[in-house]
């Protein structure tokens, strides 16, 4: 018998939950915490064994929530503290665990300690961020810009420094070169887990050693301005990390995962390597940029291809393989909906179809599931008619500065905004088919994809042919099968464009799953000694047969 290395967080499920857009319990149209607990049952009885929350900290909201102002508190929209220590017992009332979003790679303009760092050039607090004096000529240090657009340096007036940060001007970078910086931080993760939070997902923490800051000399400038090559997976960032791990996370029974921009295979196996004691497991966005072409971001290919998607899957599947382990996610807050961009959401028959085959296709392979609320629904992107329609930041920077600065059509950003922005997936939760989709009684934050009538969890929780249910039975299976939690992985037919097939396999234990991401029929054959083999899941009534697999069917076989 071959040894597992067996752990909660390998077999656990996690649900995302994005606490603006979830469930409103008071009207004010902002979702919150007591209407997440509203709702636990309904995310018990689809089988989340893990809920992650985004921010929920208080924050000015430049960007929802990842602009923190006090680590230690909770956004007053969102409840009081009491309210999550009620949250977090009737999470694990229900058996379930609570993950936090870890967001220490910058805070926000208004927290204490910029507002002390940005007062004083002699205090003790100025170096808990990162400033530079200007460039000879007088401008920024140097040319890099803003993952959300603009320079990333913005200059203090009243202490005659440039301040670094990543994204927007109000979220400054950290100085994690700095001892007291890296105190502070841990310090802060050990209030949660003392309050008994089960882990963190830790947002672009890959960022957060910059190389030659904050005492080496400045770096050249990035080629056109990225500064990813000197921030992501930088000199320090594994001993930092492994810091962490010794003075916090060895000490709590948790989950912890990455979101870890420009993250190879390679690089994973020493972020959560099984031995590198650093982190549980990372988020790769490999899968993310199949359609992105040549910029990445905006102006992408609008389609993919099914062999790329198979290639970067098959890397990750056999290089993490006994070494490190996989985060598995077709979408989440930053992302357009997976039914639409990786499915097919023309009919109402394909929607359902593609929706249960990408869940099939993706969690049987090895690794922590992940899913974003409304996937389990099926829901979709929404169509946006103008650029006026977005709150996001991002979003809106970027529509700024492609239609200005860099000469995009209108109408060319208006589609790559309808096809990649990350507005899709923050439309509210669709709760049922009444006013608002049951999201709020009051008037939602943001505006509601008007598909709701046809699409919500109250229609889907009793109709045993629905997404939800398909989700439901896809996770008892998974959590049933030791090949489906810790076999290897074997792709099959690696040259199909229609067809994606592959193998699981463990102690004599064999799984074949088999998935057409095509709205036609496609030429199948089992391979041989499958003909028989019991059927553990399909979208379809009855078994693949007959020579072709059936428009987006889906299905497991077991032997
Ligand atoms: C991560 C988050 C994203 C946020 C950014 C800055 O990418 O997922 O939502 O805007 O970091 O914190
Ligand atoms: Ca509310």
């Not at 997902?201 to 990035?222: C, E, F, N, Q």
């Not at 000199?235 to 709590?252: A, F, G, I, Q």
């Not at 088919?433 to 009538?453: D, E, V």
């Not at 030429?523 to 020579?547: C, H, K, Q, R, V």
Request: hydrophobic share 35%; glycine share 8%.
């Amino acid at each position: 018998m071959e040894e597992i290395r067996r752990a909660w967080w390998k077999e656990a499920a996690v649900y995302q939950i994005y606490p603006r857009s979830f469930c409103d319990s008071n009207g004010d149209g902002v979702g919150d915490l007591n209407g997440i607990i509203s709702k636990l049952d309904y995310l018990q009885n689809l089988g989340a064994d893990a809920l992650w929350l985004n921010p929920i900290y208080e924050s000015p909201n430049v960007d929802n929530g990842y602009d923190i102002s006090d680590y230690r508190a909770i956004l007053a929209e969102f409840g009081t503290m009491a309210d999550f220590e009620r949250l977090l017992d009737e999470v694990h009332r229900r058996g379930m665990r609570l993950i936090m979003d870890l967001v220490v790679n910058h805070t926000s303009d208004r927290h204490e300690w910029f507002i002390a760092s940005r007062a004083d050039r002699a205090g003790p607090m100025r170096d808990f961020y990162i400033w530079k004096d200007p460039a000879p000529g007088g401008g920024p240090p140097n040319n890099w810009g803003g993952c959300f657009g603009g320079s990333a340096w913005t200059y203090d007036g009243g202490t005659g420094q440039y301040y670094l940060h990543l994204f927007t001007p109000e979220q400054p970078d950290l100085n994690w070169e700095n001892p007291a910086v890296r105190d502070a931080v841990f310090d802060m993760m050990d209030f949660w887990f003392k309050k008994g939070i089960d882990g963190f997902r830790m947002d672009v923490i890959s960022l957060i050693s910059k190389a030659g800051y904050a005492d080496g000399p400045l770096r050249p400038d990035g080629l056109y301005g990225d500064y990813t090559p000197q921030c992501a997976n930088g000199p320090r960032v594994h001993e930092y990390l492994r810091e962490m791990n010794r003075r916090v996370l060895s000490r709590y029974d948790c989950l912890t995962v990455g979101e870890n921009a420009a993250v190879t295979p390679e690089l994973a196996c020493q972020y959560a390597g099984f031995d590198s004691h650093e982190l549980n497991m990372v988020f790769q966005f490999e899968l993310m940029d199949v359609d992105g072409g040549e910029s990445r971001k905006w102006l992408r290919n609008y389609s993919w291809r099914l062999t790329d998607i198979k290639r970067v899957m098959t890397r990750w599947q056999t290089l993490l393989d006994g070494r490190a382990w996989n985060a598995l996610f077709w979408g989440n807050h930053d992302q357009p909906r997976p039914v639409s961009r990786f499915g097919d959401d023309s009919t109402e028959e394909n929607r359902v179809r593609s929706a249960k085959m990408l869940a099939l296709c993706l969690y049987l392979m090895q690794g922590t599931p992940y899913i974003y609320q409304g996937e389990e629904l099926g829901m979709t992107n929404r169509r946006f008619e103008s650029i006026d329609e977005i709150n996001d930041v991002y979003t809106r920077n970027a529509y700024r500065e492609q239609t200005g600065r860099l000469g995009v059509s209108a109408e060319e950003m208006l589609r790559a905004v309808n096809y990649i922005s990350r507005e899709h997936a923050r439309t509210p939760m669709h709760w049922d088919a009444g006013p608002n989709a049951g999201f709020t009684a009051g008037r939602p934050w943001i505006p509601l994809n008007p598909n709701y009538t046809r699409i919500n969890a109250a229609s889907q929780v009793d109709d045993p042919n629905s997404v939800y249910n398909f989700y439901r039975r896809l996770l008892a299976l998974r959590r049933s099968s030791g090949a489906l939690l810790y076999g290897h992985y074997e792709l099959l037919l690696p040259e199909s464009e229609e067809i994606y097939a592959y193998l699981r396999r463990l102690n004599g234990e064999e799984i074949l799953v088999v998935c057409n991401f095509t709205a036609r029929s496609a030429p199948f054959m089992l391979p041989e000694g499958w003909d028989g083999a019991g059927l553990l899941l399909s979208n379809y009534e009855t078994p693949p047969s007959g020579g072709v697999l059936r428009p987006f069917e889906a299905a497991a076989l077991g032997r």
